[in-house]
Structures are given as C-alpha cells and as structure tokens.
C-alpha cells in the first residue's frame, strides 16, 4: 500500500428521514439563539415553514440566494446578518444557498448550520466561491465549513426527477474524482465507491419515481459521501473542465457535471488502472475500458441531456474548453493531450458515446 495522510473534517452529521423536524432541538444543542434561515426565492415557503417550526430561535428568512454567489449579493446578506446580530446561517438548499451562508461565514466567522436537498455536495467543504464581473472565483477556509448538517431525504422529495438526476452525478463526479485524486487515501476510496454505487442505483429509480422514498434515502446517503470526498481530496481533470464550462459559457452547473464526466472518465481510463478497474466494478461493469460508456448509458437511463450542445455550449466550445483547461490545468493522473481532448469534446458537444 501506498503512503497517504488522511484528515477528518470536524462535522456533526445528523441523518436521516424526518431529521428536520428535530432543528429546534438540534439548534438547542449547539446553543444557538438567533437565526437567520437562507433560502432562494424559490425556496422562500420551506425556510417560513423552518422558521415558524423554529418560533423565537429564528429572527429573519432572508431568500435571497442565486446561483453561483454574486458578490452584491453575498454583500447585501452579510450587512442583514450584521445588522441583526445573529449567532447563526440556517442553510436550507442547494449549493446555491449553501454558498451564500459560506460567504456570510467567511466575513463573519458565523456558524453554519446546514440542510441540503440536493445532491451538489457543498456543505461537506471548506470551498466557497463568489461570482465578481462574471468572473468565479474559489478558495478554502475552514471557517466556510458547516459546524451541522442535518440530511433528511424527504426534504428531496421535491427536487424534480431531471434535476435529481442531474444533481446526483455532480455528485457522483465528486466520488469519482476522488478515486483518482492526486491526495486519495484507503478510506476515502471506500466511500467513493460505496457513494458510486448508492447513486447508480437510487437515481434511476427517482427517476422512475420521484416519490421512491428508499431511493431517496440512498441517493442522500451516496450524496453524503460523496460530499466528504469533494471535502477531503483534490479533484481532478473532469472538475476543471466543468469550472470552465461554468465559468466561460455559464452553462448549468449540474448539468454540465452529468453530461461531462462520461468523457472525462473516459479519458482517464488507462491512467490509474485499478481505481477504474474499481469504478467499472462499482457502475456493474467488469473492465476499466468500459468507465465512458457504463456513465454514458448511466445517464441514457436518467433521460437527461445528453449534449453539451443542448444545455448551451457554443460550436467553438469544444476547442476553446480544451485550450483552457491544458493552459491551467489541475492535477490529473494523466498529462493533458490537447488533440484527445478536444476531440471528447466534440463528441460531449453532440453528445455521442465516448471513445
Ligand atoms: P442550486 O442550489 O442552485 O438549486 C437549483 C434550484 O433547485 C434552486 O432554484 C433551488 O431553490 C431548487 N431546489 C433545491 N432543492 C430543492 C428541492 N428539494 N425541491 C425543489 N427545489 C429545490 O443547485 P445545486 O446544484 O445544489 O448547487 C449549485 C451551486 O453550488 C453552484 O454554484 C456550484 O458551484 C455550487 N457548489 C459548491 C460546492 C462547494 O464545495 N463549494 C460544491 C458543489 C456545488
């Protein structure tokens, strides 16, 4: 066995069905007095259910999260959590929302207590990232990282069947990455490929049935690790290329992850033999050759888009992502071959098999 060095995040993860019906005593526990709930104005009726649930502990919903954190944005909230002295970020969403309280906690060192319903994975990092003249940037502080996630996968049950399955292979692009990883380490291995195998499974019965309350409950869980993973190693060649789908040509975030990880895995199936061996075993294959094609008819399966084309990359997308990500690229454990890669691309682009 390789050396490796492993470090735990400290988290407090309460999981499990009805779990957020238990946030006033959750939030009793942790000594928190006065909260503020966070939310997108699409979510605004679950944080002013949260907060008559939470009676005098909740001083202000404020459902003002979008996407990709604008920094006028994240401005305005820090100034509302200031001004109303709170002592805590209830989170109640996807990355979006997550993010926003990530960057209130990054200027305020305000705890954050979260409670996902996506699968994206953000609450189990110290990654945050903000948005300035469209221009995303990232970085690390532990400060960003939730003190309590509470996971209770009935909270999902609202997420539709496309978006659920989009947002289930961000993250299982988590768990993949991360069996490759520059920094992976025997444990964290372990909960990739038990994350891997919980979504494959779980996401086509969502899709079948969005209201499959096992599925749901699996896909939260293989979310979960998958969440750890993202927290704990470095990401690797498909994660730069969906930053820069994200960045340059603001393409959906999920959606972006789901329909690229086929050819990113694809490229890299030769590279680390016996992580892929171990990622085809985990998708129901036999042989590391088949990763690209066992994600590829994974997503056939979800009936997502299956084109980057159709989700919004520009013809002269394919090159220009691939000149991008081999200017700057991230650890991968493979070196970046301009020609090969442009070529996956194209055929992400138009949203044909990998090969
Ligand atoms: P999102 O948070 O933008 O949510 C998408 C939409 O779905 C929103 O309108 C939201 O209100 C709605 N929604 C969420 N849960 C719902 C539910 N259960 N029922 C009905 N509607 C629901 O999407 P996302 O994919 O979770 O997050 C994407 C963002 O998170 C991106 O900005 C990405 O960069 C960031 N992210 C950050 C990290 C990190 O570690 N910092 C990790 C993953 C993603």
């Keep these: 066995m390789q050396m490796f060095n492993y470090k735990a995040l400290p988290i407090n993860v309460h999981f499990g069905r009805g779990r957020a019906k238990e946030v006033h005593s959750i939030l009793n526990e942790y000594n928190f007095r006065s909260v503020m709930i966070i939310t997108t104005p699409e979510q605004e009726a679950d944080g002013q259910k949260l907060a008559e649930q939470l009676g005098n502990l909740c001083v202000s919903v404020y459902p003002k999260a979008v996407m990709h954190v604008p920094v006028e944005v994240a401005e305005q909230a820090i100034l509302e959590a200031e001004r109303l002295n709170v002592d805590c970020c209830l989170a109640i969403g996807g ?4 993010g926003l309280a990530k960057a209130i906690a990054l200027k305020t060192a305000l705890p954050i207590v979260a409670i996902p319903t996506t699968y994206a994975g953000s609450e189990m990092t110290t990654v945050y990232g903000m948005t300035e003249n469209r221009l995303k940037t990232t970085g690390k502080d532990i400060k960003v990282l939730p003190k309590v996630v509470i996971y209770d996968p009935e909270l999902t049950l609202t997420l539709p069947a496309k978006i659920s399955a989009c947002s289930g292979m961000n993250a299982m692009a988590h768990a993949v990455e991360a069996l490759y990883a520059q920094d992976k380490n025997p444990i964290i291995s372990l909960m990739a490929l038990d994350s891997i195998r919980a979504l494959k499974d779980a996401l086509p019965a969502i899709v079948q049935d ?6 749901r409950e699996k896909a939260t869980y293989g979310a979960w690790l998958a969440g750890i993973c993202l927290g704990s190693v470095g990401m690797a060649i498909h994660h730069k290329i969906c930053h820069t789908l994200g960045g340059t040509y603001n393409l959906p975030h999920a959606e972006a992850h789901a329909i690229t990880l086929a050819y990113s895995v694809h490229y890299n199936r030769n590279a680390d033999v016996a992580a892929m061996t171990q990622l085809a075993q985990a998708l129901g294959g036999t042989s590391h050759e088949q990763v690209g094609q066992l994600i590829y ?9 299956m084109a980057l084309k159709d989700i919004g990359l520009p013809e002269e997308g394919p090159q ?3 000149k991008i ?7 991968n454990p493979r070196a970046y071959d301009y020609d090969e890669l442009e070529q996956l691309m194209q055929r992400a682009y138009l949203g044909l098999p990998p090969n």
């Design 325 to 331: 990500v081999c200017d700057s690229p991230y650890y």
């Design 320 to 322: 220009t992502v691939a």
């Design 210 to 215: 969005p209201t499959d309350m096992a599925a």
């Design 297 to 305: 008819e994974l997503n056939q399966k979800l009936n997502i888009s």
């Design 95 to 98: 990355g979006s929302t997550i």
